[in-house]
Each structure stands twice: as C-alpha cells, then as structure tokens.
RNA sequence: GGAGAGGUGGCCGAGUGGUCGAUGGCGACAGUCUUGAAAACUGUUAACCCCUUACGGGGUUCGAGGGUUCGAAUCCCUCCCUCUCCGCCA
C-alpha cells in the first residue's frame, strides 16, 4: 500500500505510472471510490460515537421506563449500524483489491517502454568469447559428461524439471559457496529461509496480489491417497502456503512489523535457498536445457535502510557491483541494463538486469535482477525505524525504511554460461580457479573414460 | 498422531458482561536532586484510521474471524498460533 494521501494529491503521477507499468488501474475510479468508502465510514463512526456514549451512561440510568425505551433505540441503531457496516465491508473489499493494485512510480532515470525489448544498456564488461572448434551448448556438454540429465527430471517431475549429477551437482554447490562467502566477507548475514511463505509474506513482497499463478501453492488435502483414484487434491483454503520463488520473499519479511533504531541500519542480508517457479504462461518459451526451469537454487541479497533516496542509491550500487564481481571472478562477460517501465515489478522504482553472456544463445540472458523499492514493501510488510533527525524532546518519528534485492548467483542458469565460456574442444569444461578449492582443488570436468 | 495448558499494551502480568484502551510492575523518555553518575522522587509513555486549515473531536484494536447482547477483553462457535508431556521421525 502506498502514502494514499500522495495519491490523492498526485492522481495524474500515479496513472502514468499504470500507463508506463502495463498496469490496468483507473486511479480516478479509485479516488472516487476511496471518497465513497471514508463518507461511509464517517457516518457509521458517528453513529458507533452515539452507541459508545449511550453505553456509557447505561448503568447509571435509574428509571426503568426510560431504561426500557433507550434500549429500544439503541436496538433501532445496531440494526441500521449492522446493514451499513454490511455496506462497507463491501466498499472495504473492492477498495482494497484496487489499493493493491497501485504501483509505486517509477524514478525519472527508468526509461520508458513496454517490455524487456525496450530495456537500455547501460554498460558491458568482459569479452565475447570465440572458438577456435565448434562450440556445444550446456545440454550437450552436460549430457557427454554426465552432469547434466534433463530426461530423467522429467521421468520423475515432468517438464522443465532436471538432475544434475556428479561433477555438474558439485559445480553448482561450489558456485553458490563461493558466493555466499563473497558476500559474508563484504558483512552479510547469510540465511537459510523458510521456502513455504504464507499470503502475508507472499502480498507484503509485494507478489500477490498478481502473481499467484507462478507460484506452488501447498496445503493439500491428503485424502486422495496415491493409487487409490486421480481424484484431484485440493487445497485447503486456511493451510495454504506457497513455495517461495525466492528468498527475498521470506528475508525481506524476517523483520515484518519490527521497528527499529536508526543505528541498526542498514541491514545486509543473504539468503540461500531453492526457488519454486510454475512458470505459468511460459509454455513453449525457453524450453532448451537449463534456462527456464522449475526449480532452482539461489543467492539473494536483501538490504532494508534508511528512508534516503541517496542513502538506498548507494546501496543499489553495492549491491549490483557485488553481483558483478561474482561474474567477474567466473571470468563471465555481461551487461548491466536499465530495465523500463513495462519490465519493472509493481512495487518497483528502479531495476537493473544483468545479462551474462551465453554462447548458445548467441546473446545475453538474464541471470540477474536489481531492484530497489523504497517504501513500497516496507509498508505492506510495517517495517519501520526510528528516525534520529527528530528534534530533541519527544518521541521520535517513525519512518517505514527502504528495501532492496539483487540476484548474487542463481543456478543452474548460471552453469549455462559456466560450461559454455570454459569448454574445451575436446569436451571437457574448465573449472574458473575461484571454483576449485570448494572443488577439492579439482581444475576440469572431464568426460568419464 | 494422543493428552493438556495458554495467547491482554515495548516486556511481565491483573482483569470473567457496563463509566475498561484496560489496575500494577518493569523498561523507555523528560524533570527534580547531584560537581557528574547511581539511588530516590515527580511526570510522560500504543498503533492504525476518520472528521478538522488548525485547536480539537471521534472510531477501531485484548491471537483471527463469526455469533449472543442495548453494551463483550470478559459468554458461545470456528479457525490460527505458542508451550508442556507421550508417540513417531530426518
């Protein structure tokens, strides 16, 4: 949820930023709703004032007769008081799922565009490789030294679903250790979250409501024992939770409804964890090897700060160059782009992709995403911190803080561009030397003989 | 899975139908005293929302949601969560 009263004040900003965020929201209908919604209020406040007040004096009427007939009166208001709150609870609703909808506006650096093919780059960093044989994509490579099976994760999962084996499981573990070391050293704390979020967490990252169809919902009824019928399970509304797409979803809430002090500012945290994606609506996009896929491990950064544009700006920038030296150290070539409007989240104000380099793709995919929120989250979520620039004297201010996250590593999209750079002609894969210790010190992946 | 106990303000903990947003304690903040500190004493200490330019007024919140009632922290129903013991288990 956003400052209404910025909404209010400001309709105009907050339509374009519907217009340039794809988002179909008439901020107009909204307000007038909104207006609608507090005239009701107002009016059952004052007649919930009068039921108080005459509550209140209740003992201490004496007389029967005038006893008998207040309470006459005051049955003639709960019933009216009830049909309106009736009234209301319905205005709430509506009023609520159009509020959710409201995104933040986008910074004036964002370029705007309708989707990714109008991002802008705005830098690149390494060398496109060249081979001097022909080279394989991962599926191939993987496959030839048994590292990589995709048939088989969709024997046991179904589509986009894959083992990886030996070498390739080891490869990935070791990526993801050397990043989380990488990020312990610059004084990250490192998490291993919970990967069922319940609506709270899911809606107060800002996910849902929107997203709920790409992600696993859990809490099933377990009656329909296998092998007993297809009849379908189904989800038990109160006990539901969602397999988190991300950590972020569960770190981001860590301190949900927490306020803190100034001084504890920023916070630097890491998430590990497995990431669930239905991918719903992707069907037949990205269906090769390993880029588009279910499940998936990740390294997320997550910072909450003070309420600072310049403050969060400089976080940004860490965050995204911590990304950027993990690419390094792989000796990874990409491109760091500014993501447009119509490619940044709801609650978004600014985004960065990186693209790493994939040579089967001939091109740069996103292995990375940088985002910063200001408030947006935090008010879903009520994080909050005293702010110290209050005058001496009395309580001081609360301020909701600014949130932020950034892709360290996600893999095994990340072995894509891994196996692709450091492959030799012979078929066997390079392991980049940041790699090797978490390795046991081994240096290639050879096929088996 | 079986049995039991419990969820009240920043924390602890009273409160079982009515002037209860809630006694008391702790903590925090401010002041008095003190060279300073401690102690002692005094005072202030919730969040969210609505009306109002403001002053101020009002509403909601005692795990959540429903119900009974003129009136609910208190009575009834459903759910969620926490804790203890037993069982099972990585």
């Known amino acids: 949820m956003l400052d209404l009263d910025l909404v209010r004040k400001n309709p105009e900003l907050f339509q374009t930023a519907c217009k340039n965020k794809n988002i179909k929201l008439d901020v107009a209908a909204f307000l007038k709703l909104d207006e609608e919604?507090?005239?009701?209020?107002?009016?059952?406040?004052?007649?919930?004032?009068?039921?108080?007040?005459?509550?209140?004096?209740?003992?201490?009427?004496?007389?029967?007769?005038?006893?008998?007939?207040?309470?006459?009166?005051?049955?003639?208001?709960?019933?009216?008081?009830?049909?309106?709150?009736?009234?209301?609870?319905?205005?709430?609703?509506?009023?609520?799922?159009?509020?959710?909808?409201?995104?933040?506006?986008?910074?004036?650096?964002?370029?705007?565009?309708?989707?990714?093919?109008?991002?802008?780059e705005l830098r690149t960093h390494g060398t496109i490789p060249t081979f001097a044989f022909e080279p394989k994509d991962h599926v191939e490579l993987g496959t030839a030294l048994?590292?990589?099976?995709?048939?088989?994760?969709?024997?046991?999962?179904?589509?986009?679903?894959?083992f990886l084996k030996g070498d390739g499981a080891r490869l990935e573990l070791a990526v993801l250790l050397f990043t989380v070391d990488s990020l312990v050293k610059k004084g990250f704390t490192l998490f291993?979250?919970?990967?069922?979020?319940?609506?709270?967490?899911?809606?107060?990252?800002?996910?849902?409501?929107?997203?709920?169809?790409?992600?696993?919902?859990?809490?099933?009824?377990?009656?329909?024992?296998?092998?007993?019928?297809?009849?379908?399970?189904?989800?038990?509304?109160?006990?539901?939770?969602?397999?988190?797409?991300?950590?972020?979803?569960?770190?981001?809430?860590?301190?949900?409804?927490?306020?803190?002090?100034?001084?504890?500012?920023?916070?630097?945290?890491?998430?590990?964890?497995?990431?669930?994606?239905?991918?719903?609506?992707?069907?037949?996009?990205?269906?090769?090897?390993?880029?588009?896929?279910h499940q998936f491990q990740k390294v997320e950064q997550v910072i909450l700060c003070e309420n600072d544009p310049e403050v969060s700006a400089k976080l940004h920038a860490e965050i995204l160059q911590n990304a950027e030296d993990v690419l390094q150290a792989l000796g990874l070539p990409y491109r760091v782009v500014a993501v447009c409007t119509g490619d940044m989240g709801r609650g978004q104000v600014y985004k960065n992709d990186i693209e790493t380099w994939m040579p089967s793709r001939k091109g740069y995919g996103e292995t990375h995403s940088c985002s910063?929120?200001?408030?947006?989250?935090?008010?879903?979520?009520?994080?909050?911190?005293?702010?110290?620039?209050?005058?001496?004297?009395?309580?001081?201010?609360?301020?909701?803080?600014?949130?932020?996250?950034?892709?360290?590593?996600?893999?095994?999209?990340?072995?894509?561009?891994?196996?692709?750079i450091h492959q030799n002609q012979d078929g066997s894969v390079t392991i980049p030397e940041v790699l090797r210790p978490y390795m046991g010190g081994q240096s290639v992946i050879s096929p088996r003989a």
């Open 37 to 120: 919604r507090r005239a009701l209020m107002f009016e059952n406040q004052t007649m919930q004032a009068e039921r108080n007040a005459v509550s209140k004096k209740m003992p201490t009427i004496k007389d029967k007769a005038e006893k008998e007939k207040v309470i006459t009166d005051m049955k003639a208001l709960a019933e009216k008081l009830k049909t309106e709150e009736m009234k209301l609870a319905a205005l709430d609703k509506e009023w609520m799922a159009m509020q959710l909808q409201l995104p933040s506006v986008p910074l004036a650096s964002v370029p705007v565009g309708k989707d990714d093919t109008e991002n802008v």
């Open 372 to 420: 910063t929120f200001y408030e947006f989250q935090a008010r879903r979520l009520g994080i909050k911190y005293e702010d110290p620039s209050t005058g001496s004297g009395q309580a001081p201010t609360k301020k909701f803080v600014h949130t932020l996250n950034n892709t360290c590593i996600a893999s095994p999209r990340i072995l894509i561009p891994i196996l692709e």
């Open 146 to 162: 048994d590292i990589i099976d995709i048939p088989r994760g969709v024997k046991i999962a179904g589509s986009r679903s894959y």
């Open 192 to 293: 291993t979250p919970p990967l069922m979020a319940n609506y709270a967490a899911m809606m107060g990252t800002s996910y849902f409501p929107g997203g709920e169809e790409s992600a696993y919902a859990v809490g099933v009824d377990r009656e329909p024992e296998v092998g007993l019928g297809e009849k379908e399970a189904k989800q038990i509304e109160s006990d539901k939770h969602y397999l988190v797409g991300t950590s972020e979803v569960a770190v981001a809430s860590y301190h949900s409804g927490e306020t803190f002090k100034a001084s504890e500012l920023p916070k630097r945290y890491a998430g590990l964890s497995n990431c669930f994606r239905r991918e719903a609506g992707t069907y037949g996009k990205d269906m090769h090897g390993l880029y588009r896929i």
